[in-house]
């Protein structure tokens, strides 16, 4: 049946009577808000295309066979693939060029997962290698792989971010920086309070009134004192309250606030990743980038096995892997897998021709 | 070395290699190729919007699709050019075929007779006198 034969036939084969006055067009009302949160599972790009005419579909498909359950599990099944597709994570999105940039922006959020989830089994074993000797030779290799590791992210960082922030100060320049300055802000913000709260805090560290054995590996104190200070949120004290209540004051405020200056420092990389307008050529320099922090969320990964797997035969405490950790290994491990599926989807999503790309 | 043009053999192969690289181009919708299929081929006789290839889907092959993967595959078929969107007069915005589209549809089933063929031909030999 064609469009015009659809149309002739409207009222008395396909369409169901979507204007029809009385009790019907209270029922319609009544489906259009139903639908309109139904559409709530499908991401912001996809409803502005999509949207009206999917609503329109609902309503008259509820109007002929009546709301369903699977009906609805369709749609969020759908609508769930369509925000994995926006993210960068899955094929067929919308807005190639958006899906690519939101990719790179999920590549930044794992990586600040595994920086924040590594920094506590780093700092903590640095703690360990002030105060002892590991009874495993291999446990300062896993270290100095880990080290390692995390300099390459370093550096993956700032190969990536240098670009970045250039664009956004261009941007700025010409006056299309609207949507960036809130990201920025928090970024700026959340940079700024880690920094000074890090630096402070980090002159409580443990591993400072041990015994110097930092020739076991390759790990300067400051850094991980720095990254102890700023992931002393992460800790089961929080299962203990009593023994919390027994920190001083200052650094249970600390606890609190340098989680909420983390989140607004990775929300704000993440929102300056997803909205800077990127030339193709640089959004093929940032996926080149993105391998390399991909191998380093590996490589950390890789260390992080090697010391959990050493760690269950440690007389002592001090290289013991605990809940904590274990739990930051799993979130390692769900990084290192979206990393690899941002990738591999934004390299597909930049390969979509120039016409729905930026040319550069 | 073989000729210019190739034993028939050889012919028949990079034939059927095209036929298959032509119906890849459905293939490459992933999960969406099947309900593609369909889409295109209520599409083949003119536009229509979402709540019409629904309901022309069913008719002609008896199944239904939920509106969440129709829009999925059309979405994706917009994406790699095999339709696109006609100005709406109202919400309900009509779609048609695209040259891109008729090709990929019609090397599709061309591939699908050809199978159907061999599968009939086949099971009229083997499952005839049972």
Redesign the interface.
């Known amino acids: 049946?064609?469009?015009?034969?659809?149309r002739c036939a409207h009222d008395a084969?396909?369409?169901p009577p979507s204007n029809a006055p009385g009790p019907r067009a209270t029922a319609r009302t009544a489906d259009q808000a139903r639908v309109r949160r139904l559409l709530l599972w499908y991401p912001r790009a996809?409803r502005s295309?999509?949207g009206?005419?999917?609503?329109?579909?609902?309503i008259?498909?509820r109007a002929e066979v009546g709301p369903s359950w699977?009906?609805t599990v369709?749609?969020a099944?759908?609508?769930l693939?369509?925000r994995l597709a926006a993210a960068g994570l899955a094929?067929?999105?919308?807005d190639?060029e958006a899906a690519a940039r939101a990719g790179l922006a999920t590549m930044a959020i794992c990586a600040a997962a595994t920086v924040l989830s590594g920094a506590v089994m780093w700092s903590q074993l640095a703690i360990g290698l002030q105060w002892s000797v590991p009874a495993a030779s291999r446990i300062p290799q896993a270290i100095d792989f880990m080290s390692g590791a995390l300099l390459a992210l370093a550096v993956a960082a700032f190969l990536a971010g240098a670009p970045a922030a250039w664009a956004a100060v261009t941007a700025a320049c010409r006056g299309q920086a609207r949507g960036l300055r809130r990201p920025a802000i928090m970024f700026a913000g959340g940079a700024f309070v880690l920094v000074v709260g890090g630096r402070h805090f980090a002159r409580a560290w443990p591993g400072t009134g041990g015994h110097l054995l930092g020739h076991q590996s390759l790990i300067p104190g400051r850094i991980a004192a720095f990254g102890w200070a700023a992931t002393m949120w992460i800790t089961s004290y929080w299962a203990h309250p009593k023994a919390l209540a027994a920190f001083p004051s200052s650094e249970l405020a600390w606890m609190v606030l340098s989680p909420a200056a983390t989140g607004c420092l990775v929300i704000g990389i993440a929102q300056v990743l997803r909205r800077i307008q990127m030339s193709r050529r640089m959004l093929r320099y940032e996926m080149c980038v993105g391998h390399l922090v991909l191998a380093g969320l590996v490589a950390f990964f890789c260390g992080a096995l090697c010391w959990l797997s050493l760690s269950g035969g440690q007389p002592g405490r001090l290289f013991l892997a605990g809940t904590i950790d274990r739990a930051g290994f799993a979130v390692l491990a769900v990084s290192v897998v979206a990393a690899a599926a941002a990738v591999r989807r934004s390299r597909a999503a930049a390969r979509?021709p120039p016409t729905q790309l930026h040319g550069g | 070395m073989t000729p210019a043009g190739g034993s028939s053999a050889d012919r028949r192969t990079r034939q059927s290699r095209a036929v298959a690289d032509h119906a890849g181009a459905l293939e490459t919708l992933g999960r969406s190729s099947g309900p593609a299929s369909l889409i295109l081929s209520s599409l083949a006789d003119g536009a229509k919007h979402g709540y019409a290839l629904t309901k022309d889907i069913e008719s002609f092959s008896g199944v239904r699709l939920a509106p969440g993967t129709l829009y999925e595959a059309l979405s994706r078929l917009e994406a790699h050019g095999m339709i696109e969107a006609l100005e709406s007069h109202d919400r309900r915005r009509p779609y048609r075929l695209t040259a891109t589209g008729a090709a990929a549809l019609s090397t599709y089933l061309e591939v699908q007779r050809k199978v159907a063929e061999v599968g009939l031909h086949r099971l009229a030999g083997s499952w005839a006198q049972t």
């Not at chain 1, 049946?1 to 659809?6: A, Y």
């Not at chain 1, 009206?52 to 609902?58: G, Q, R, S, W």
């Not at chain 1, 094929?91 to 919308?94: E, G």
């Open positions: 049946m064609t469009l015009e034969n659809h084969t396909d369409d996809w295309r999509y009206d005419e999917f609503a329109e579909l609902l008259d498909e699977r009906c369709n749609i099944a759908t609508g693939r369509a094929d067929h999105p919308v190639p979509y």
